[in-house]
């Protein structure tokens, strides 16, 4: 058996005791068997009641504890029927709750010599100092581990630290190229804003020059307007004297022809 099966072992048994001296057992001892004489079992649980109720009271409420906290159940359980030696077997350890008189007759305790007797608080501190030792155990290991560790961080951090002091100095160099680059660009700059102040210039003063002309464009436009208005209203006016001379020309023969037929009926 492994040592942190043995422990889990030893839990099982102090809830079983636990609950031996809650349902008020007697003389509740536990024997810590010799490993060659043992066999299968490492414990016994061995508690006395007084009538066979309170015994099959302490084997239900073994039962259901170990159930409801870790999940075990027994590997057989004997003699619930009668009460006066009930048996629940978890293999690795075996719980045998007597009535009184039936604990004398079979004297246990004297037949397993080679066992080791503990009372419950007895049992407790051992359990207690076992679970120090193991987690002192532990923390000695992990510390052992994380030597190793810190040692070979150390050459990485010593490693880290040059580099780390040739970065500052990289990005110092980067800046000073920055910093020449932006003072070569600064005459490009003014070249070019001064190009585009004089290019601004000499349009203003091709945009003013354009001016006068346009607008002598625009009077001129208007005179040949006012011309062809002028000789439109001439062609006009010429027309209607044709046309009033037309219409006279007309009236004169008709006003002949009425008198000669005037002349013709009066002869």
């Not at 609950?19 to 008020?24: E, F, G, S």
């Not at 504890?65 to 029927?81: C, H, T, W």
């Not at 046309?243 to 005037?262: E, G, L």
Request: hydrophobic share 45%.
């Amino acid at each position: 058996m492994t040592t942190d099966t043995k422990q889990q072992t030893r839990i099982l048994v102090q809830t079983a005791a636990a609950v031996c001296i809650d349902k008020k057992g007697e003389e509740t001892r536990i024997l810590e068997l010799d490993p060659i004489d043992s066999g299968l079992s490492d414990f016994f649980l061995v508690t006395s009641a007084s009538n066979d109720r309170q015994a099959i009271a302490i084997a239900d409420e073994i039962d259901h504890r170990l159930k409801k906290d870790f999940g075990v159940f027994p590997n057989s359980v004997e003699g619930r029927r009668k009460g006066d030696w009930i048996l629940l077997d978890y293999v690795d350890f075996v719980v045998h709750v007597f009535l009184t008189e039936r604990r004398a007759f079979y004297d246990i305790e004297r037949l397993r010599k080679s066992a080791r007797p503990l009372t419950p608080a007895e049992f407790d501190a051992e359990l207690k100092a076992a679970l120090a030792e193991k987690t002192v155990a532990a923390r000695k290991k992990a510390t052992a581990k994380a030597k190793p560790a810190a040692a070979k961080a150390k050459p990485a951090a010593a490693k880290a630290a040059p580099a780390a002091k040739k970065a500052p100095a990289k990005k110092a160099v980067a800046k000073k190229v920055v910093a020449k680059k932006t003072g070569a660009d600064k005459p490009a700059a003014t070249k070019v804003a001064k190009k585009s102040a004089s290019a601004g210039k000499t349009a203003a003063v091709k945009t003013s020059a354009k001016k006068p002309v346009a607008k002598k464009a625009t009077a001129k436009k208007a005179v040949v307007k006012k011309t062809v208005a002028k000789k439109v209203v001439a062609k006009k006016a010429v027309a209607k004297k044709a046309s009033a001379k037309k219409a006279a020309a007309k009236k004169v023969p008709a006003k002949k022809t009425a008198s000669k037929k005037r002349t013709g009926k009066k002869s």
